[in-house]
């Protein structure tokens, strides 16, 4: 009966000119979020982690990604799991985790990723590649750290605008796109992806629009104005220390 009253009274203050409230409003994401915390605090975290977080700030950035509890999310390139152990904690027991990498190599030892996942139920290791990689459940979220701009790399020959319209399509409509950069000089050519491993903003922004993405927003809390944008990655002082763009961009619902 309750329940008859309050949709009546939802549609008449429609049919007067009002706004329908939305149903379900989603409770807005903080560095303080009790899930986020959650992950940081985690206990199977490795020192070596935990040592990083000073630099990487990843409170902000699963802030900033809008992490839900429930999410499908998918971690391209995990490495180490940096990342994939802290969205495993934070999208909580409902939610998964797609951590996808490269296959083993026979030369050398096996993926990193691997001994990561037996600790958390709700991640899936995919080891299809950067390219060609598929979930078997629409996304809510693809993140992507420090290796976009390894897709432009001559030696891997992707097409990638097809690898962004895949990501595209596996995203659900309303889905976020988050990439984690290191940048590269304003105007930059390409190939200094292969020199540098940074890349371009712009070039980022123009190619993943060109594949339906909207630039939604940016956070400002990896920038590092004392980098000059002309130094390898992994050189010296630089190293872990890059200016870095953080770019949301989102599937339209």
């Known amino acids: 009966m309750r329940t008859a009253i309050l949709a009546a009274v939802l549609v008449l203050g429609a049919c007067a000119g009002g706004v329908l409230p939305p149903i379900m ?23 070596t982690d935990r040592t990083r977080d000073e630099l990487r700030h990843p409170a902000e950035i699963l802030a900033f990604a809008g992490v839900q509890p429930g999410w499908r999310v998918a971690d391209v390139g995990p490495g180490g799991g940096y990342y994939t152990r ?38 899936t290791v995919v080891q299809q590649g950067y390219a060609g990689w598929t979930t078997d459940e629409p996304l809510d979220a693809i ?48 190939d200094v992806t292969n020199t540098l491993h940074r890349i371009d903003r712009a070039q980022v922004v123009r190619d993943l629009e060109a594949a339906g993405f909207v630039l939604e927003d940016e956070s400002q809390v990896l920038r590092n104005p004392t980098d000059n944008r002309t130094l390898r990655v992994f050189e010296g002082d630089i190293r872990g220390r890059t200016d870095q763009f953080v770019l949301r961009f989102r599937k339209p619902a």
């Open 25 to 47: 409003a989603m409770p807005a994401v903080t560095p303080s979020s009790t899930h986020i915390a959650a992950a940081l605090a985690d206990a199977r975290r490795p020192d």
């Open 143 to 190: 993140f992507i750290s420090q290796i976009y701009h390894d897709f432009y790399l001559p030696a891997f020959a992707f097409d990638v605008p097809a690898l962004n319209r895949a990501m595209y399509a596996a995203l659900k409509p309303g889905g976020v796109l988050v990439i984690v950069d290191h940048a590269a000089s304003d105007g930059s050519p390409i």
């Open 86 to 123: 802290l969205f495993a904690v934070a999208v909580g027991e409902t939610g998964r985790v797609f951590a996808i990498d490269r296959p083993n190599a026979p030369d050398r030892p096996p993926r990193p990723i691997l001994a990561v996942a037996p600790s958390y139920p709700n991640v």
